[in-house]
């Protein structure tokens, strides 16, 4: 059956080219059962690709003709080839972390084939220490970062001695994960593209803007930042891109962020931002290319608009975006934590007055020019709205199995676009806070070495806060 894409959906398909992939990703990192077999990973590899029935979100391809009128629609693949979606690779010598993210990179660059559905899965094996990877990637039309989070929740499980589990892309059995799987296949969609379709729809609602528009306006002109950012300084991650992707990726205890939040009275999400601002800065002044003026940061804030107006960084069903002043000009890190704190609250009690359809509106009148400067091909003729994107989505706090396999950690990749060469995107599991940093290869070089200023800056933030 043919369906309509979603105007979100499609303009993730028209945006992409060679140089910007649209897919997002995710790096997973399990422990092999007890008295597991030589065998185990070709075995594990097997059984996901011998599902009885696939789900049918992973069965659609895009599809336009002169019977469509040129617009894209979702169509069935009627020769559907698990083998090629799911695949086998392996690790050379030695097989550590760092040639699993070279091959993550890699893969990460390639586009995925339109004449198929729009995701790949591959099986890893080769690391030194025994565990096994899973490399995945989904077409953002199809999902967004928080649905593909959803799915692979959904097919996992807290009791290890669990088996006869589906794979990601298999059928659900049960009703609840049926449920599961159809939250997770809502997709909450992209703040840029949704934001700019509502602006060019948009309501009496949301041209109703409140009085805190005008101060919203104010900061983002003295670059103060709240709800919209109207000024951000030239870097080098705000320029065209290749397709060549770099990856890296590490993960932090929550408790570590947790603790410096409580004796600075700050959230765990200013000391996210806070570390991203500190390794970005030192990052930049190594390559003599930190701008005078602070950097600004993109930042998706959930809305539970069923309970509140009030934003918060918990998600929830309505997405708007907070546009934070990293202080990057700040050499003291106790001095750059409160003045993102600062920043971020600014942008969230601008957005606590308006409603959610106020808060997209106003979002797009912030992303729009960083979605139309790519397009028209003006990088470095107009200034960007903001320098970088960092999210932050929550995942299980406890720890989860596949088929006995102990889930030991979760690594999201994202989309770098031309003008926004870099992309930070943090995902919280079973106690820890994981980074993943997705750049422009030629763009971003060198990227690996922010893990070592992430950590650098943990150091920092909590000998500032007298830990």
Not at 39 to 50: C, G, I, S
Not at 124 to 133: F, N
Not at 344 to 369: F, H, N, R, V, W
Not at 421 to 429: E, G
Request: proline fraction near 7%.
């Amino acid at each position: 059956m043919v369906t309509p894409i979603d105007p979100t959906s499609a303009g993730f398909l028209l945006a992409e080219n060679r140089s910007m992939p649209m897919h997002v990703g995710g790096l997973q990192l399990f422990k092999k059962p007890e008295g597991a077999g030589r065998n185990y990973v070709r075995d594990m590899f097997e059984q996901m690709r011998q599902e009885d029935e696939i789900a049918p979100l992973f069965l659609k391809r895009p599809y336009r003709s002169v019977r469509t009128a040129g617009q894209y629609v979702w169509k069935p693949d009627e020769q559907f080839d698990i083998e090629h979606h799911v695949r086998h690779s392996a690790l050379p010598k030695p097989g550590r972390v760092r040639e699993l993210l070279e091959l993550c990179s890699r893969l990460h660059g390639t586009r995925l084939a339109r004449e198929r559905p729009l995701w790949e899965a591959h099986i890893i094996e080769g690391l030194r220490d025994g565990r096994v990877a899973m490399y995945t990637k989904t077409h953002h039309a199809l999902v967004d970062g928080v649905s593909a989070m959803r799915l692979l929740a959904s097919v996992l499980s807290t009791d290890p001695d669990k088996r006869n589990m589906p794979a990601p892309w298999g059928v659900r059995p049960t009703a609840r994960s049926s449920r599961e799987l159809e939250r997770a296949e809502t997709s909450l969609a992209d703040v840029p593209v949704q934001a700019l379709r509502t602006a060019l729809g948009i309501t009496a609602e949301a041209a109703g803007m409140p009085g805190a528009l005008v101060k919203t306006l104010s900061k983002g002109l003295r670059n103060e930042t709240s709800a919209l950012s109207l000024y951000a300084p030239r870097t080098i991650f705000n320029q065209s891109i290749t397709g060549s992707r770099r990856f890296a990726a590490q993960d932090w205890p929550v408790e570590r962020l947790r603790e410096i939040g409580k004796a600075t009275g700050t959230t765990i999400n200013d000391v996210v931002m806070a570390m991203c601002s500190g390794a970005v800065r030192t990052y930049l002044t190594e390559l003599d290319a930190l701008p005078e003026a602070p950097l600004v940061a993109m930042v998706p804030v959930g809305l539970n608009a069923k309970q509140s107006q009030v934003a918060s960084a918990e998600g929830g069903n309505a997405v708007g975006a907070v546009m934070v002043q990293l202080a990057t000009d700040l050499a003291d890190p106790a001095r750059r934590l409160a003045t993102i704190h600062r920043s971020m609250k600014d942008g969230k009690e601008a957005l606590s007055s308006m409603t959610p359809m106020q808060i997209l509106a106003m979002s797009a009148i912030g992303q729009a020019p960083a979605i139309l400067t790519p397009l028209l091909r003006m990088q470095g003729i107009v200034r960007p709205p903001y320098n970088l994107i960092i999210s932050n989505v929550p995942g299980p706090r406890t720890t989860h199995y596949w088929n006995g396999a102990q889930l030991l950690g979760t690594y999201p990749l994202s989309i770098p676009i031309n003008g926004m060469a870099l992309n930070i995107t943090c995902t919280s599991y079973d106690g820890n806070m994981a980074f993943g940093l997705t750049g422009c290869r030629r763009t971003v070089p060198h990227l690996q070495r922010l893990l070592t200023h992430l950590d650098d800056e943990l150091g920092h933030l909590e000998k500032a806060a007298g830990l």
